[in-house]
């Protein structure tokens, strides 16, 4: 098959990191690729020359290239085309992209929680496929030393690389006097008490509390606004570890954005700048454990485990009930359950202590995720999808 790829712009180069490692995975499995870069100074080129040539299918990171219309079509119905996308955030971010109307319009979702929410939110029929599908390991060429003298000379104790986005925000609060501000803080008091209740569930909860009950028409109402929810609960979680594991002294080094607050406040947390998911990679093979915070997802997985599994460090992480089904706990990766949140440090700390048992972990997690969690792995599921539709 042939296949465009769009390339945009992405938070620390992760996602278009992403698409040159599909783009590979898709080679590999003896398909044609084209990558068109929307931040290249010429990006309308490119697209043209696709429209001109049109490829079998149409590929973007969350939605990216949903929108492209020629005249008052979208360009994928003009071409007789499939678009296909993977969301790597809850789709309540991204619903004026997953409104595009496209006949053969594929989308895939990182966590199945977020499918749900989709067939709850979309009419009947709105796309040619609706499934799940975590993003894969993104790795360096050159193969990685498993072995316990190669991971004894790991320098990096716990490596973290992620945004520190500091208190929850409550945009709510400052919303017009009505029924909006009133449901959204009960979904966000709802998310806060239980870290594994998803944004439906929590939205059903406070309806009810309210005397209501939701109903399709109001989902559709309310849809706009439930980013708020969703966000506030991402940002509660991780604040809430991240100051559990610095009140607790847990030295860990971190990457990434808004961490001169926290640096300040935990000597614990080593800040080594912002970063790029490039320069993860490398880091990445220098780290003996690797903690890693979910965004949000409870059915899901984050391309971060995958990539540091297969760069050789362990992982700890907090659970998810995809994570419970595609390893073995303690063997091929340590978690935390979030009722438990405040056990995490301990756990953390005991198992950067263990070297043997870390390293143990590690090379069975990379055993694992390089046998099943690769971008061939995914590439092959999404050739099969599209050709399906």
């Known amino acids: 098959m042939r296949f465009a790829l769009y390339k945009g712009q992405g938070q620390y180069g992760s996602l278009r990191l992403h698409i040159d490692q599909l783009a590979q995975a898709l080679t590999g499995l003896g398909h044609d690729v084209r990558i068109l870069d929307l931040m290249a100074p010429d990006a309308n080129e490119p697209i043209r020359a ?10 973007g990171i969350s939605g990216v290239g949903s929108d492209i219309r ?7 119905d003009h071409l007789g085309k499939p678009y296909a996308s993977l969301y790597v955030d809850h789709p309540t971010y991204h619903l004026q992209r997953l409104s595009n109307p496209i006949a053969k319009h594929l989308v895939f979702f990182l966590d199945r929680t977020h499918v749900q929410f989709m067939t709850a939110w979309a009419r009947r029929g709105a796309f040619a496929h609706l499934g799940f599908l975590p993003p894969g390991a993104n790795e360096l060429p050159d193969p990685v030393d498993l072995s316990d003298e190669a991971y004894a000379r790991r320098d990096i104790g716990v490596l973290f690389t992620g945004t520190y986005r500091g208190a929850a925000p409550t945009p709510w609060t400052e919303w017009p006097q009505g029924p909006a ?11 806060a008490a239980d870290a594994r209740l998803p944004l439906m569930d929590a939205l059903k909860s406070a309806l009810h509390a309210l005397g209501g009950e939701l109903t399709a028409e109001y989902l559709q109402s309310l849809a706009p606004i439930l980013h708020a929810g969703q966000a506030f609960a991402e940002a509660y979680h991780r604040d809430r570890l991240l100051q559990t594991l610095g009140k607790a002294g847990v030295p860990i080094d971190v990457r990434g954005h808004g961490w001169e607050p926290l640096a300040e406040r935990y000597p614990s947390f080593r800040y080594g700048g912002v970063g790029s998911f ?8 220098r780290t003996k454990v690797v ?3 979910n965004n949000g997802f409870l ?4 391309e971060r485990v995958f990539t540091a599994m297969c760069a050789g460090a362990a992982v700890f992480s907090d659970s998810t009930k995809y994570y419970a089904d595609a390893f073995k706990e303690g063997r091929e990766l340590e978690t935390f359950a979030w009722p438990k949140m405040d056990e995490a440090p301990a756990k953390l700390a005991a198992l950067a202590a263990d070297e043997p048992r870390a390293a143990g972990i590690a090379r069975a997690g990379a ?9 061939t ?3 092959a599921k999404l050739v099969k999808a599209i050709r399906q539709a």
């Open 367 to 375: 055993k694992k995720a390089t046998a099943e969690h690769r971008w």
């Open 181 to 191: 501000p009133t449901i959204m803080a009960g979904v966000a008091e709802r998310m």
């Open 50 to 59: 696709a429209i001109a040539d049109p490829p079998d299918a149409f590929f």
């Open 377 to 379: 792995d995914r590439a």
């Open 291 to 293: 903690l890693n915070i």
């Open 70 to 76: 020629l005249g008052d079509r979208s360009a994928y």
């Open 299 to 302: 059915a899901g997985g984050h």
């Open 278 to 285: 490039e320069e993860t990679l490398g880091l990445l093979r």
